[in-house]
């Protein structure tokens, strides 16, 4: 099978490209570097030639206003692209919860791929994901000094960056869901325990000081927005074990 991985350079999509390759795929990685741009549709057509599948890894460089207007433009470029194609099957992975939190810009903007994606004429996969454990360490420098960590107490249900690509590349690989699979990890908590955790895990002694303000976009997040439903696939990592990995 020939999958095209759009942000296949990334956290998630260079997993997701090794592994179909142990699998016996050919899969493409692709993204600026290169030469596709799938805010202006630079690169697709060729990118697209003779694929199967496409994965839609890809994110704005900035999570700001302009979230929304890069998630329509990239799904609309895509979309024709694959239907010009005769793409059998696109696959995004997007955020759990994100619909419930319309005053973020970078979730508003998720909510606006997914229904891009569902009115087009390509059988779709949409894979909702909670956070991954790889950005809590980028969260915690947000809102760090000296001496200490101020974070909310956003409840949270992160997973491993490794268990997501390996739900992103069996969707990709088993036909298409013309529906949404929910994924997380097997624990919630709130963003100020993660904060203490990793902190001890690194010998750092630094307090961390719940602060309902601060950590950006979990601010505007109220009770379980962000946590898995009752029918998720949970992966079995913990934090703690990825911790000591």
């Known amino acids: ?34 030469g596709v741009d799938l805010q202006t549709g630079r ?10 599948v496409v994965v839609n890894l890809s994110r704005p460089p900035v999570f700001d206003q302009n979230s ?3 998630f329509r433009e990239t799904m609309e470029n895509l979309l024709q692209a694959a239907e010009d194609a005769e793409v059998g099957h696109i696959v995004i992975l997007s955020v759990i919860g994100a619909e419930q939190v319309p005053d973020v810009h ?18 779709w996969s949409v894979i909702r994901s909670t956070d991954f454990f790889e950005f809590i360490d980028r969260v915690l420098t947000w809102t760090a000094d000296d001496t200490a960590v101020r974070l909310p107490a956003t ?15 069996g969707v990709a690989t088993t036909g298409s869901l013309d529906g949404v699979l929910e994924i997380a990890g097997p624990e919630v908590f709130p963003l100020d325990q993660l904060g203490r955790i990793t902190l001890a895990a690194r010998g750092d002694e ?18 379980a927005a962000l946590i898995a439903g009752d029918t998720a696939v949970l992966a079995e990592t913990t934090y703690r074990q990825w911790l000591r990995g």
């Open 43 to 52: 690169g697709l057509p060729e990118a697209l030639k003779d694929v199967d």
């Open 106 to 123: 970078y979730y508003k903007g998720r909510v606006v791929q997914e229904e891009v994606l569902r009115d087009g004429d390509v059988p």
């Open 1 to 34: 099978m020939r999958i095209a991985v759009l942000g296949g350079t990334g956290l998630v999509g260079s997993r997701v490209v090794a592994l179909l390759r142990e699998r016996r795929h050919e899969a493409v990685p692709h993204g600026l570097s290169t």
């Open 155 to 169: 409840l949270l249900q992160p997973i491993a960056a490794d268990d997501v690509a390996r739900i992103v590349a």
């Open 206 to 223: 630094r307090p961390v000081v719940v602060d309902p303000t601060a950590a950006g976009m979990y601010s505007y997040v109220r009770g």
């Open 68 to 70: 929304p207007v890069f």
